[in-house]
């Protein structure tokens, strides 16, 4: 029979005969002195007492009292004071053997703990990096790449984890989670780093710390001045976790960007939805039909390319130092900048090149003196076989760039146009007249006039059905584009009257407010009866005898030779509208 006494090691209640009790008392009194001049000694004495009182739970299965090999175990599992001085006495082969044994033992297994040491939240994806040995950078991409992919439930399966996983707080548990032997060699070297992390952390902060409490010391008092603790250290949290957020949405930004570029790039299809873009593949057959050589058309492109993806990069680099600190090299930021200078030297050279061969304009015109109609009113509708309105968009659908465009399409050697425009002005006489003009640009005007000659269109006047026109065009594949332009002038005498059909809105509609000649008709003008006067068109309303709208202006045609008689029918020559965005390089080369 032995005498038994109670101890209490970190908060558990044991009971311990007396033999054992007075091993353990002298052993933890020599790890005491050994830790007394550490500022941590009551924080790693609290760990080690936790420590032993897991081992002694694992010994005793169902026993009431701590014998004498409980303690022997623990001294053995936890190694002996002596061994952990300084490390300045040399010890031989045989004594490194002996300490290595008696140190750790068999390995201990790892424990899934949250790490507060490197967490975002609640420390769980950091937890199970840990407990897997990998760097908790890769689990956060992922995480990311679910979230954005619907994939599932992270967010919830986060939260559940975050109940349940425990958070490493002693020194023992974050061994544990690092799948390290709870000794006291381990418990003090935890201890240490985390003082050395304190310490940096604190010399990084200290001048301004400094600074900012001799600036304000002597504006607050005591309880003032520790709200305003209270109230920092919770705005650098918000500060925090809005640099995360908006870490997440720069990645997902980046991330939609380049697979857009790589998509347009690489897989190799940038289709027309309706119609079939026979011209060439992807961007790299729409740049073919847009410069004159296929090296202008490559150069430009890949420049292009690279301009678009040097921001995504930045953004990238920028998403990744929000959410994971990771610090860009020097030279990456140098060799990005110069490969944008670069690019955009580049492709800047080639939209001069292109540009030269915009500079001349050649037009052709067709006259056509339309009857008077019986019933004094010239109905003008949209030709029957382009009874579609024009519609612009794009989407990414399946890793392939598509564009839903019905203002170009691509028929084998030919391409279909639907940026015909009309015009309205006062005729010089008591006629109807329409003018067709056809025009397009070159380096030389006769290049400009051939290429105006090629444009295919139609215009029909019948008695019954009126004025019929079309806003669609085609010209060759190998003439390039090169703003060809189709405009439909009418010229409508002085009380005249005239019906624009519903349809004949895509010959009135504008893509770019701005760029439209002041004879271009607005589209609601469409579906009425409209009569010229002398203060320009006015709309007329069944059963009213004066015109309900202000009137729309016509400017009186302009003349080829200022001698010839008022009365005499000329062409107009006013400069062509450019609705569309091939015409905007046109404008670009008038600069």
């Known amino acids: 029979m032995k005498k038994t006494f109670t101890a209490n090691l970190n908060g558990t209640v044991f009971h311990i005969e007396e033999d054992a009790y007075d091993q353990l008392q002298r052993y933890l009194a020599n790890i005491r ?44 599992v936890m190694g002996q004071p002596e061994d952990y001085v300084d490390g300045d006495t040399t010890d031989g082969p045989a004594d490194t053997e002996e300490r290595a044994y008696r140190h750790y ?173 026979t011209g060439g593949t992807g961007l790299m057959g729409l740049m073919g039909f847009i410069f004159p050589s ?91 076989g382009d009874n579609t309105t024009s519609s612009l968009g794009w989407g990414y659908r399946r890793g392939i760039v598509q564009f839903d465009m019905d203002l170009v399409k691509f028929d084998g050697e030919l391409v279909h146009l639907r940026f015909a425009r009309l015009q309205v002005q006062q005729s010089p006489d008591s006629a109807f007249h329409l003018f067709t003009e056809r025009i397009a640009r070159g380096y030389l005007p006769e290049q400009a006039k051939e290429r105006a000659k090629h444009i295919q269109t139609n215009y029909v006047w ?20 090169r703003a060809q332009q189709v405009i439909h002038i009418l010229q409508v005498p002085l009380g005249g009257k005239v019906y624009f059909a519903p349809g004949t809105k895509a010959l009135m509609h504008d893509l770019w407010d701005g760029f439209n000649d002041d004879h271009e008709l607005e589209t609601d003008m469409a579906g009425g009866t409209w009569e010229m006067t002398t203060r320009g068109l006015q709309e007329v309303k069944r059963g009213m005898d004066q015109p309900s709208q202000p009137p729309v202006a016509p400017a009186s045609p302009k003349r080829d030779d200022p001698s010839a008689d008022a009365t005499s029918l000329r062409a107009p020559q006013q400069d062509p509208a450019y609705p569309n965005l091939f015409h905007l390089l046109t404008n670009f080369a008038r600069i």
């Open 294 to 384: 296929g090296g202008q058309a490559v150069g430009f492109l890949l420049s292009t390319i690279v301009l678009g993806l040097v921001p995504v990069v930045l953004i990238l680099l920028a998403a990744l130092w929000l959410l994971f600190r990771v610090r860009t090299p020097r030279w990456a930021g140098w060799g990005l900048t110069t490969l944008f200078i670069v690019a955009l030297v580049a492709a800047t050279w080639f939209s001069i090149r292109l540009a030269a061969d915009f500079r001349a304009k050649g037009a052709e015109r067709t006259p056509m003196s339309i009857p008077t109609p019986a019933n004094g009113v010239l109905e003008v509708k949209l030709d029957n």
């Open 462 to 481: 019948s008695d019954v059905d009126g004025l019929s026109l079309s806003s669609l065009y085609t010209i060759p594949v190998g003439d390039k584009m």
């Open 105 to 277: 033992g068999p390995r201990k297994h790892k424990r899934l703990f949250r790490d507060p040491d490197d967490r975002w939240l609640g420390g769980v994806i950091s937890g199970l990096a840990n407990y897997f040995g990998t760097d908790p950078l890769w689990f956060r991409i992922a995480f990311i790449v679910v979230l954005i992919a619907g994939w599932g439930s992270p967010v919830l399966i986060y939260l559940i984890m975050w109940a349940l996983i425990p958070e490493a707080i002693t020194a023992a548990e974050k061994l544990e989670m690092h799948g390290e032997e709870v000794t006291v060699d381990n418990i003090k070297r935890k201890f240490d780093e985390g003082a050395e992390r304190f310490k940096s952390g604190a010399e990084k902060v200290a001048s301004e710390a400094r600074e900012m409490g001799r600036k304000y010391w002597h504006r607050s008092s005591g309880p003032r001045r520790d709200m305003g603790y209270r109230a920092e250290s919770v705005g650098h949290r918000v500060l925090d976790i809005l640099g995360k957020v908006v870490g997440a949405f720069l990645l997902l930004l980046a991330i939609i960007l380049g697979l857009s570029l790589i998509a347009a790039l690489l897989s190799g299809t940038a289709t027309w939805t309706n119609g079939a873009f």
């Open 33 to 76: 002195a050994k830790f007394s001049g550490s500022a941590e000694a009551e924080e790693i004495m609290a760990d080690i007492e936790a420590r032993i009182a897991e081992l002694f739970h694992e010994r005793l299965q169902g026993r009431q009292a701590v014998s004498m090999a409980d303690v022997d175990h623990v001294k053995q």
